[in-house]
């Protein structure tokens, strides 16, 4: 199985401020015949199941909004929100769909400082 | 879009078998290129994959879980199923149907998720 380790746990971020979160994979998730990513970001906010933020690692689905934003490559990945609003508290969790079993990070938990 | 809803008991004894069905609307289990998957969540815990089949009854499961799952498709009533034995408390959770699909040549990550629904295992 491929393990999904991110980091923080949890972080409090000002309104307004940069959030990141780091998730590393124990092998690469970079399919060398398409030069793509097989990386996901989702989003959990409370009694809600997960939104798919951003796949191929770095690309937005649509009508997410552009504060959003991932990067990386081959098993190290970032999940940036440029400017923290109050909507964004939530959990979010990366996903490796490059092969089976499909597997997640342990989530990290955004809150408002 | 494709919508899906969970539905079962939402409580189930020790050693007895949890089995849940997915009902996908506004779009058939059908489609080509489309996976029908379970994912479940205990309480204040992370996503745990647990398998999916294709409508040609093609399945894939955790290994974790292989030896007590058994997921189901019903063509004709557009619902696909999920069976696992021998439950534990450790099997409570919320139980998530989900899809992906081939799209473009590219396998894409879950992006269709039921609201989800609560097992708990409890005597």
């Known amino acids: 199985d491929i393990v999904m380790t991110q980091s923080p746990d949890s972080l409090a971020v000002s309104l307004g401020e940069r959030a990141s979160i780091n998730c590393k994979s124990s092998?690469?998730?970079?399919?060398?015949?398409?030069?793509?990513?097989?990386l996901a970001w989702y989003q959990q906010r409370a009694g809600q199941p997960p939104k798919l933020l951003i796949s191929?690692?770095?690309t937005r689905e649509s009508g997410v909004p552009d504060r959003f934003s991932g990067s990386g490559s081959g098993t190290d990945f970032t999940l940036t929100i440029s400017s923290l609003q109050a909507e964004d508290v939530a959990v979010y969790y990366c996903?490796?769909?490059?092969?089976?079993?499909?597997?997640f990070g342990g989530g990290s938990k955004v809150e408002i400082k | 879009q494709v919508q899906l809803q969970e539905s079962g008991p939402g409580l189930v004894k020790p050693s007895q078998t949890l089995s849940l069905t997915c009902t996908v609307s506004?779009?058939?289990?059908?489609?080509?290129?489309?996976?029908w998957n379970w994912i479940r969540q205990p309480p204040g815990k992370g996503l745990e994959w647990i398998g999916y089949?294709?409508?040609?009854?093609?399945?894939s499961y955790n290994p974790s879980l292989k030896s007590r799952v058994t997921v189901s498709i019903n063509t004709s009533k557009n619902q696909f199923s999920l069976s696992l034995s021998s439950v534990t408390a450790a099997d409570t959770a919320v139980y998530y149907c989900?899809?992906?699909?081939?799209?473009?040549?590219?396998?894409?990550?879950?992006?269709?998720w039921g609201q989800g629904t609560l097992v708990t295992v409890s005597s």
């Open positions: 989900a899809m992906n699909r081939w799209l473009g040549g590219l396998m894409r990550p879950i992006d269709q």
């Open positions: 092998q690469s998730v970079l399919y060398s015949s398409n030069n793509k990513n097989y």
């Open positions: 089949i294709y409508y040609s009854g093609s399945t």
């Open positions: 191929w690692a770095s």
């Open positions: 996903h490796q769909y490059y092969g089976l079993p499909y597997t």
């Open positions: 506004a779009g058939s289990i059908s489609s080509d290129g489309h996976y």
